[in-house]
Antibody, heavy 119, light 106 residues
């Protein structure tokens, strides 16, 4: 059974960089696509970007200038960095596995990590 | 960016009734559409992928249809546990989600 777990600071100051890591167990990240998705409190879902083994990351065009997604296959982890954060970046951040064909469904999700941007 | 518009915003029905949720894309997404269910305080769960294929473990009362720009998620006979927000998502051009339809069980 594939499991994903987000980790990282729950509080980030405005203008700083949000950093989260997703640790995958029960399967290798050296296959499939791996995504970050966020959900502001009480609102809908927004895709941030994804990465495929040895591939170039894909980013949501609206966030592209501030986002970096990377992977560490030795630790079976992938990571998110979002720079110059504001209160609008306060959200639950999910990592998810994305089946890499057809509609690329997100079939496994982490539990989510609430990140609050506040001074 | 492909926009997905879901309707209605809220659907209030009784157990046993049929629920029909709509998702309309601003341009064709072929069959590259999926549906997710999110219950309060929980992680989204994959229901339907490739417009009409049920994900593993999803009850047969959930079905998806459509292609191009118009898609439908049908719950044939509502159960109390189906109370949730349902999102459609396309992956034809990057990834976008619809705004969601909240299904309330009377």
């Amino acid at each position: 059974q594939v499991q994903l777990q987000e980790s990282g600071p729950g509080l980030v100051k405005p203008s700083e960089t949000l950093s989260l890591t997703c640790t995958v167990s029960g399967g290798s990240i050296s296959s499939y696509y791996w995504s970050w998705i966020r959900q502001p409190p009480g609102k809908g879902l927004e895709w941030i970007g994804d990465i495929y083994y040895r591939g170039t990351p894909n980013y949501n065009p609206s966030l592209k200038s501030r986002v970096t997604i990377s992977q560490d296959t030795s630790k079976n982890q992938f990571s998110l960095k979002l720079s110059s954060v504001t209160a609008a970046d306060t959200a639950v951040y999910y990592c998810a596995r994305e089946r890499g064909s057809g509609s690329y469904p997100f079939d496994y999700w982490g539990q989510g990590a609430l990140v609050t941007v506040s001074s | 960016e492909i926009m997905l518009t879901q309707s209605p915003a809220t659907l209030s029905l009784s157990p046993g009734e049929r629920a029909t949720l709509s998702c309309r894309a601003s341009q064709s997404v072929s069959s590259y559409l999926a549906w997710y269910q999110q219950k309060p305080g929980q992680t989204p769960r994959l229901l339907i992928y490739d417009a009409s294929k049920r994900a593993t473990g999803i009850p047969a009362r959930f079905s998806g249809s459509g292609s191009g720009t118009d898609f439908t998620l049908t719950i044939s006979s509502l159960e109390p546990e189906d109370s949730a927000v349902y999102y459609c998502k396309q992956r034809y051009n990057w990834v976008t989600f619809g705004g969601g339809t909240k299904v309330e069980i009377k």
